[in-house]
């Protein structure tokens, strides 16, 4: 069921299912990059760190719920007890403890340092997925030595953005940056100030709780994937985890908020960054994760993970007018070698499963033509109506 909605969609779209993989997974990024940014305000803002994410989460349930429901009818499976303990606690993992963690080590630490330290979610995924059995390596092999040499290849670059400067290569005046610099010069502000720079938190708390958040980030991608091969209506899939979350949040929210008035909504800037945190990193964000995980793997979601500190520095030139260093260069190199070694591993070992597999199926093919009729007729003749009655 999950190929036919899959092929369905593909041929709806005439650019090849490859590329919708790598487009959808590169817009992910840039909506992550943005995401810190609007978390940090919002934090800054004074907005709850429990009601931040139970709003987030309800805007994502109803965006998603509509299109999971009449999209979906056809390949959804019954829902069964096993499905909701299994819905459930991918909530807590990939929900309750991912963005609770996050936002306690966005407000102790900075946005840029939470895009850095999620450069670790490839390595991770890489081994949890490994150690699960879901991603083979085969370290005798050329497309398993190119998948390892590919995650490291993007944690390298990430980790070059982030450290190291270097001399500068391009340094742009943009009239946007020289206008804002000079409106909040006036106002007596410091240049985007309002993100602030976590002085006076406990840095290395945030530090923990980053790394808790990076852990259940990628169980969560690990974990979905054999779920999804037995529930293959992602859209559904992803508003079952939206509704357990919002569940699990109003449950903590309801020993840890006493106070009314966090509820409400103060400003635009406020209503903006919950829906855009919504909308985009939630209700967008899952629904076009999920996918990218039922046909890419999750390995191959988190290899893009460091992708988002390159779109980072990038958007930050060309809008911001910020300097760019020679670093970023190296960095971009980096990760642009890495995510090719991963990928081309991921085909090789494609390749050489199916070659494998059409090794194994002709010699029986070859069996079957020279069996006699009868013998033939009495094997395949009882396996036709329940090979019918399972599709």
Known sequence: MADSGGGGLARMCSIPEKVQL????????FGYAGFHVVSRAALNMGISKIVFPVYRNILAFLLLLPFAYFLEKKERPPISWNFIIQFFLLAI??????????LLGLDHTSPTFASAIQNSVPAITFLMAAILRIEKVRLDRKDGISKVAGTLFCVAGAS?????????????ATPLQSTVATALAVADQPVFGFLGDAKGKNWTLGCI??????????????????ILKKYPARLSFTSYQCFFGVIQFL???????????????????????VFYAGV???????????????????????????VQTLVVAIMASIL????????????????????????????????????????????????????????????????????????
Not at 93 to 102: C, D, E, H, L
Request: hydrophobic share 45%; glycine share 10%.
């Open 22 to 29: 790598h487009l959808a997974m590169l817009a992910l990024q």
């Open 93 to 102: 993992v990939g929900i309750t403890a991912n963005q609770g963690f996050y």
């Open 160 to 172: 070059v953005i982030t450290l190291y400067k270097g001399p500068t290569i391009y340094s742009p």
């Open 209 to 226: 709780f980053l790394i808790g958040h990076c852990l259940s980030w990628s169980g969560w991608l690990v974990l979905q994937a054999p």
């Open 251 to 273: 449950v903590i929210a309801a020993f840890v908020e006493r106070d009314p008035q966090a509820w409400l909504v103060h400003s635009g800037a406020e209503l903006f960054s």
């Open 280 to 306: 985009v990193a939630s209700g967008i964000a899952f629904a076009v994760q999920i996918w990218c995980i039922d046909r890419g793997g999750p390995v191959f979601v988190a290899v893009y993970q460091p």
């Open 320 to 391: 911001l007018g910020e300097e760019f260093y020679l670093g970023g260069i190296i960095g971009a190199v980096l990760i642009v070698t890495g995510l090719y070694l991963v990928l081309w591993g991921k085909n090789e070992e494609r390749k050489f499963a199916a070659a494998q597999k059409a090794t194994i199926q002709s010699p029986v093919e070859h069996g079957n033509n020279r069996a006699p009729p009868h013998i033939k007729s009495s094997i395949t003749q009882p396996l036709l109506p329940q090979s019918t009655e399972g599709v």
